[in-house]
């Protein structure tokens, strides 16, 4: 533990002079060694110059695979004995409390199975460079690896979303106080001056059969009366014959 908080520390100082602007990755993970993380460190890590990853109880090598994907990119990487998960709104703030410790410049707020398309790589010093302090994306919830799906409960590659921030010292953070889905960012965020990018997220966290009934039971267990999400939505988790879009670069 010690040796932790000692190399939290070290990556914590002054950022080092770039010529572009400075992001740092934060990300939660848990149990992703098998899943989609190589797939997001690898294609990310060129676009960032710090890392503050959350390891959320894994079992795995999720650890592991963290420090060799993103070998020669400081990272800070913090492991919870046992997950937090069930209180969501007290792992994001773990999450955005240990990112603002290394004061970021800017923060991209993406989950372990998430990916940014290549044209963020193309546009990223221009997007960073304007007067907004917020960027948004539309995500995509990808049902394979080559289709989306997009019905009256699966939308959400209709609005965009913000996975982009820049640090303000001195701002006050709220949340949205709830134990699911509290979002990933402080609502505090809402205020920033923002715009909308052509860059998008695949979201590949229902991609796999085994991965949506593993989402479904998750909700039944920890909001079975739809408290905190909608009741209809997390029934359709599990639709035979959904409607798909193929994907399209």
């Given at each position: 533990?010690?040796?932790?908080?000692?190399?939290?520390?070290?990556?914590?100082?002054?950022?080092?002079?770039?010529?572009?602007?400075?992001?740092?990755?934060?990300?939660?993970?848990?149990?992703?060694?098998k899943?989609?993380?190589?797939?997001?460190?690898m294609?990310?890590?060129?676009?960032?110059?710090?890392?503050?990853?959350?390891?959320?109880?894994?079992?795995?090598?999720?650890?592991?695979?963290?420090?060799?994907?993103?070998?020669?990119?400081?990272?800070?990487?913090?492991?919870?004995?046992?997950?937090?998960?069930?209180?969501?709104?007290?792992?994001?703030?773990?999450?955005?409390?240990?990112?603002?410790?290394?004061?970021?410049?800017?923060?991209?707020?993406?989950?372990?199975?998430?990916?940014l398309?290549?044209?963020?790589?193309?546009?990223?010093?221009?997007?960073?460079?304007?007067?907004?302090?917020?960027?948004y994306?539309?995500?995509?919830d990808?049902?394979?690896?080559?289709?989306?799906?997009?019905?009256?409960?699966?939308?959400?590659?209709?609005?965009?979303?913000?996975?982009?921030?820049?640090?303000?010292?001195?701002m006050?953070?709220?949340?949205?106080?709830?134990?699911?889905?509290?979002?990933?960012?402080?609502?505090?965020?809402q205020?920033?001056?923002?715009?909308?990018?052509?860059?998008?997220?695949?979201?590949?966290?229902?991609?796999?059969?085994?991965?949506?009934?593993?989402?479904?039971?998750?909700?039944?267990?920890?909001?079975?009366?739809?408290?905190?999400?909608?009741?209809?939505?997390?029934?359709?988790i599990?639709?035979?014959?959904?409607?798909?879009?193929?994907?399209?670069?």
């Open positions: 533990m010690e040796e932790q908080e000692q190399h939290k520390r070290e990556q914590g100082k002054e950022r080092p002079v770039r010529n572009r602007p400075h992001i740092t990755l934060s990300m939660i993970v848990c149990n992703e060694e899943r989609y993380l190589r797939q997001a460190l294609t990310h890590r060129a676009w960032i110059d710090r890392a503050v990853i959350i390891d959320d109880g894994s079992t795995d090598g999720t650890a592991a695979m963290c420090k060799e994907l993103l070998h020669g990119i400081p990272l800070v990487l913090v492991q919870n004995p046992v997950s937090r998960f069930s209180d969501e709104v007290s792992l994001r703030k773990q999450q955005w409390e240990e990112t603002l410790s290394t004061n970021p410049e800017w923060i991209l707020n993406l989950d372990a199975d998430e990916v398309t290549p044209d963020f790589g193309v546009l990223r010093d221009d997007l960073l460079s304007g007067m907004e302090e917020a960027i994306f539309r995500l995509y990808m049902w394979s690896e080559t289709a989306y799906r997009e019905d009256m409960y699966w939308q959400a590659h209709m609005y965009y979303r913000p996975f982009l921030v820049k640090y303000r010292p001195g006050v953070y709220e949340w949205k106080e709830t134990p699911q889905h509290c979002g990933r960012f402080p609502l505090s965020i205020h920033l001056p923002y715009a909308c990018h052509p860059p998008r997220v695949k979201h590949y966290g229902w991609a796999r059969e085994e991965d949506r009934v593993r989402k479904y039971e998750r909700y039944q267990t920890l909001d079975p009366e739809a408290r905190y999400g909608w009741k209809e939505q997390y029934e359709s599990l639709d035979a014959e959904p409607r798909l879009i193929p994907w399209s670069d």
